[in-house]
């Protein structure tokens, strides 16, 4: 082969040409690998690292990189060709193009965000696609510099890779995040998404032993994972069942005797064998008996009183090795606890643990319930499964009621009175509340007053003739948790004696209308919420709209008069910031209804179980019925969840006749119009009760069951004593009890209370 002079002279010239794309030098002092491509080494502060390296694009004969400004830039091979320095410029007419040190950019476009990565895919001739990855976005450009599509990213993202779709005109992209999942996208439409145990650090897609479309992902520590969508394909075809005649008697008899096999089953109280599961971890709760001598009560919004705490003491023993043991203990609010969540992540065989935490009362009114519930969360490792199988166990414990309640002064006068009645005589207070009576009341011990740390007060008086209890408070609500710690401690003291047979009845008219006072004013609360909400999102929008006009007449060039949009504005502001208040205040005041309206509630469910002498389930019927929700919102709330399973109930077991049972129930709950139908069908609830219908869940127990109505519908007889003692003094009052000793007039038998025949 022959080169002549002139096309070694021609080499020489490209290869000084291309050399200068490479040769350092950067302009303010900085070293760069090249000069002109990379603006953040032009004396810029740098805010992150540099991009990768730029890319080729064959089809536009370009250069394509991502600047630290956030841009997206285009170089043409021609412009950095001819491109040189001032002291090195060359006056000749093929140099003219490109000429000064300024370098010349083909396209920009601003992304806004950092890029992770970029790629250029070129799957035909006829176009190629830019493909940038972004900290919260990635972008698919044209070759121009056009944006084809923009996805935005859920989860912060590590790596992608584009690659060819089977559709025409699509783009499938693999993106990794840092969620450790593995997203699919064709375009910007999410196609699939699966779980990997590692966070992907690059990703690529290949062919291994004839297995084609192999994900390879890589992780940060090294690790290379083969993986691939979908399943086999099963091979396996159905043999055709052979055609017989049918014998309807012998498939009535096989039918039967199914039938007869699923019911023996469903009687039966264990379907599944009895394991040793349960052995694997105990959990035991101790509750102190005293109060805390120095009070772990922080930030408390009760009044002047000083806010005792109980110290509670749970204790986990193991028989086997336990994985990632998780303790989550729960209270009532507005009790809460100094610590609520505990972690042992190794737990050796035969080991225990114990663990302490203090209670007490943060708001100012009263808990629902005193009970504490401890539920632990393990693994348990098995030969298949080393990481080990997940379990539950809970334990349940009871808190004093010292905890919420002082010894106070009796009250003559109430709002609100119940009476239960027991088959024993009646027990000296003393003996059932030794902590809530002074030493100067020991010939008193039938009177005995509380004065809850909100402020209420509850007095509870015991017969010394008759076999009853009255317990009196100026709010409806407070009467239960006083009647139930009576009712409990009552069974614990017979339990001591050896006396078995001991029980109590309510032979009074169910309190439905304080009952529905509650109700209502709980109803009431949720109505303003609403409304309140309404409000402040017209408010907000109305504040958006002024901005957006005060933006407009900022920024234009011949500035127009304000009109008083800034005032507008300042006012506008203002009442966002009211209803916001406002809004927060009233989801407060739900919140203490809601909790006062759960206490009635309890005592209703208590007073029913004991005017029909209900047994456990059928109390934990209407438990599940009355109390569905630990909170209520506005999207799903306490009156239509209560009123659903209500109407349940009376259209399957304590329905009349069949026409109800097809009656049929909506079955999307939405907010009432009002409570008049809730407040009717637990009034109906009360009568079917009263007329001797009976709560079950079998299906086959539907029809109402004929019994003798018991004397629930009758009132209680009033002593004229007990209506002359409010001239009494209240020394007097309490010294002499004859207004307990009720005489046994002929009752009047009057319907029960908000009930319609």
């Known amino acids: 082969m022959i080169v002549t002079e002139r096309e070694r002279e021609r080499g020489r010239d490209i ?195 004839d297995l084609k479309g192999v994900i390879v992902t890589l992780s940060d520590d090294g690790h290379l994972q083969c993986s691939y969508l979908g399943t086999d394909p099963s091979l396996f075809q159905a043999p055709k069942v052979e055609s017989r005649e049918l014998h309807y008697d012998e498939l009535d008899i096989e039918l039967k005797e199914l039938q007869k096999i699923i019911k023996d089953v469903n009687k039966s109280q264990g379907i599944w064998p009895v394991t040793e599961r349960e052995d694997d971890l105990k959990v035991s709760a101790i509750v102190s008996p005293n109060v805390d001598s120095v009070s772990q009560a922080t930030d408390v919004e009760v009044g002047i009183d000083l806010i005792p705490s109980v110290t509670v003491k749970v204790t986990l023993q193991n028989r086997l090795a336990l994985q990632k043991a998780k303790l989550s203990v729960y209270v009532q609010p507005p009790l809460v606890l100094t610590c609520d969540q505990f972690t042992f992540e190794f737990m050796a065989p035969e080991m225990s643990r114990t663990v302490a935490f203090s209670v007490y009362l943060k708001g100012s009114y009263t808990p629902p319930e005193l009970e504490g519930n401890a539920v632990v969360s393990y693994s348990r490792p098995s030969d298949r499964n080393p990481d080990g199988i997940p379990r539950v166990i809970q334990c349940k414990f009871r808190l004093p009621l010292k905890l919420i309640c002082l010894p106070g002064q009796p009250s003559k006068t109430a709002s609100h009175k119940l009476t239960i009645d027991t088959n024993k005589s009646p027990v000296s207070l003393l003996s059932l509340f030794p902590g809530f009576a002074s030493q100067s009341e020991d010939d008193q011990v039938n009177v005995m007053g509380f004065r809850f740390l909100g402020g209420s007060r509850v007095t509870l008086l015991a017969s010394k003739t008759s076999q009853r209890y009255r317990i009196q408070s100026e709010q409806f609500e407070d009467l239960w948790l006083i009647t139930n710690e009576l009712i409990i401690r009552l069974q614990e003291y017979f339990e001591k004696q050896g006396i078995k047979d001991f029980a109590c009845s309510f032979s009074g008219s169910m309190p439905l209308q304080e009952y529905f006072e509650l109700i209502d004013h709980h109803f009431e609360l949720r109505i303003n919420g609403e409304k309140l909400e309404e409000l402040l999102s017209e408010r907000a929008v109305q504040f958006r709209a002024i901005q957006r006009r005060l933006l407009t007449r900022f920024k234009d060039k011949t500035p127009a008069p304000l009109q008083h949009l800034d005032t507008l504005l300042d006012g506008t502001y203002k009442q966002v910031i009211a209803l916001a208040d406002a809004v927060e205040e009233n989801q407060d005041n739900l919140f203490q209804s809601f909790t006062k309206l759960r206490s009635a509630t309890h005592l209703v469910i208590l007073l029913i179980g004991l005017w029909q002498k209900l047994s456990p389930d059928q109390v934990a019927i209407l438990e599940a019925a009355f109390l569905p929700l630990q909170q209520d919102t506005q999207e799903l709330g306490w009156e239509e969840t209560v009123d659903a399973a209500i109407s349940h109930l009376l259209k399957t077991c304590l329905s009349k006749s069949s026409k109800e049972q097809a009656l049929n129930l909506s079955s999307q709950l939405n907010i009432p119009k009002d409570t008049s139908r809730l407040k009717k069908h637990i009034t109906l609830l009360c009568d079917r009760l009263a007329k001797g219908g009976r709560l079950c869940l079998s299906t086959d127990a539907t029809a109402p069951q004929i019994m003798v109505m018991p004397g629930g519908c009758t009132t209680i007889p009033e002593s004229d004593l007990e209506e002359r003692s409010i001239e009494q003094d209240s020394t007097e009052l309490f010294t002499n009890h004859k207004h307990l000793n009720l005489e046994t007039p002929l009752p009047e038998v009057l319907p029960l209370q908000g009930v319609s025949e």
């Open 15 to 209: 290869g000084r040409r291309r050399s200068r794309l490479h040769a350092p030098g950067a302009r303010r002092g900085t070293r760069s690998r090249v000069s002109r491509i990379a603006p953040w080494a032009k004396g810029r502060r740098q805010t992150a690292a540099p991009p990768r390296d730029p890319l080729t694009s064959s089809r536009t004969d370009s250069f394509i990189t991502v600047s630290s400004c956030q841009q997206v830039e285009s170089y043409k091979y021609q412009v950095l060709a001819f491109a040189t320095d001032a002291d090195k410029r060359q006056e000749t007419e093929q140099q003219k193009l490109g000429s000064g040190k300024r370098l010349v950019v083909d396209w920009t476009l601003n992304i806004g965000e950092q890029a992770l990565d970029i790629c250029i895919v070129s799957f035909n001739q006829s176009a190629s696609s830019v493909f940038v990855l972004g900290e919260r976005n990635f972008f698919c450009l044209k070759d121009n510099g056009q944006i084809r599509f923009m996805k935005k990213l859920d989860c912060s993202p590590s790596c992608f890779l584009p690659y060819c779709s089977v559709s025409e005109g699509t783009m499938n992209t693999l993106i990794g995040n840092h969620n450790n999942m593995l997203h699919i996208y064709q375009d910007v439409t999410l196609k699939w998404a699966t779980q990997l145990p590692h966070i992907p650090v690059a990703v690529r897609v290949g062919c291994l032993h």
